[in-house]
């Protein structure tokens, strides 16, 4: 049998990609952050840790703000755009932290379902559970 052209290589490599990625199911959680583990950095800058390929490839965070409320809490909001082709459910869940970088146990950190349509974005937005809460990160996976 003759070998494969490059470009049937790379197809079937593509194809073994995806199949990789779908069988992560909805057990892997893709996860922004506005400072990488361990940084100082107090920029809104966004690193993210992707475990889901398949999700990653249609819903892609745009754009990550913070602010502080009148009352001074932690306020966030998240862009996420869908780039496929039919609505994606997903579930997401908001992780507030101290400035150790130590999760903040509270009732509002929980899983809460989403849907984006075709083309489109939506903002997700979460306010800190107490004025501890100096960052947060966002947890984003595939919901059923």
Known sequence: MPP????ARRA???LATAALATSAGCGSVNTTSTREAGSSASTVKNYK????LFTDIFLHVRD???GRTP????SAQVDVANDGFTTRHFAYRFDWKDTRGMVIQSQTSVWENAA???GTRITLSAIAPNR???DFSI???RSD
């Open 12 to 14: 079937l490599l593509a």
């Open 4 to 7: 494969l052209p490059s470009s």
């Open 132 to 134: 501890d809460a100096t």
């Open 139 to 141: 947890q984003v996976r």
């Open 71 to 74: 009352s001074g809490l932690l």
């Open 49 to 52: 840790q992707i475990n889901d």
């Open 64 to 66: 990550v703000r913070e």
């Open 116 to 118: 984006v349509d075709s």
